[in-house]
């Protein structure tokens, strides 16, 4: 069996613990997953629904996190303005629901945020997130962690880009940008192994492209 992991809403599911990047620990429809956070820049995603508009205030409310961290988004061209931690919460709200990625700066040392949730695509279902020409700072929206260009759930292996697409990852301990993997004819020139929570971009060379993943 492939090395995968998934959250999945469903009441006989018992508790998992997965990889050495995250830990997720299942209970009906409600879990947790623990996104370990290092001193500097981190791309995450949130992997979990709150079911209470995914705000930043809210979501990262579990890492306590020191003042002068930041929340920086991507527009589609550029990054937004980043909001800061002040003392007292932070200077802004985003929402940051399933599927975006975003760059969270922690201005203090290592830490862990857990986020609390639902998985938003039940058990034998599918997503289909719509990637655009050009730039997509995104997670996968069911909380995986496996080789995004060959597991068959994740499924960036079938989806509609073309060749000249990648794949990037953010480096949390050099605090660079990895190499990008690129679409070639065939398929993919390398893998690209993401953990649950994290966040990556997607390099569309091509005109908007279906990317569907489904929960087993």
């Known amino acids: 069996m492939k090395a995968k992991t998934l959250l999945v809403a469903a009441a006989a599911l018992a508790a998992a613990t997965i990889s050495s ?54 527009n589609g061209t550029s990054y937004n303005t980043g909001i800061g931690k002040i003392t007292g919460g932070w200077g802004g709200n985003v929402s940051l629901p399933p599927g975006t990625g975003f760059f969270l700066k922690n201005s203090g040392a290592a830490t862990t945020n857990t986020f609390v949730g639902s998985v938003v695509v039940p058990s ?6 719509i990637l655009v020409s050009g730039y997509s700072l995104v997670g996968s929206v069911i909380p995986f962690a496996g080789d995004a260009t060959t597991d068959t759930n994740i499924n960036l292996g079938s989806a509609a880009l073309a060749n000249k697409s990648s794949l990037i990852s953010w480096n949390s301990g050099t605090q660079t940008f990895d190499t990008g993997v690129g679409k070639i004819t065939g398929g993919w020139g390398a893998t690209f192994p993401i953990a649950v929570g994290q966040g990556f971009f997607i390099k569309n060379s091509s005109t908007d492209a279906n990317w569907v993943e489904t929960a087993p």
């Open 124 to 129: 034998g279902s599918s997503y289909t997130n």
């Open 21 to 74: 990047q995250a830990q997720v620990y299942s209970q009906n429809v409600v879990g947790y997953v623990n996104v370990p956070l290092v001193n500097g820049y981190n791309l995450i995603a949130n992997p979990l629904d709150d079911g209470n508009g995914n705000q930043l205030t809210n979501i990262l409310s579990g890492a306590n996190l020191a003042n002068k961290s930041s929340v920086t988004t991507w």
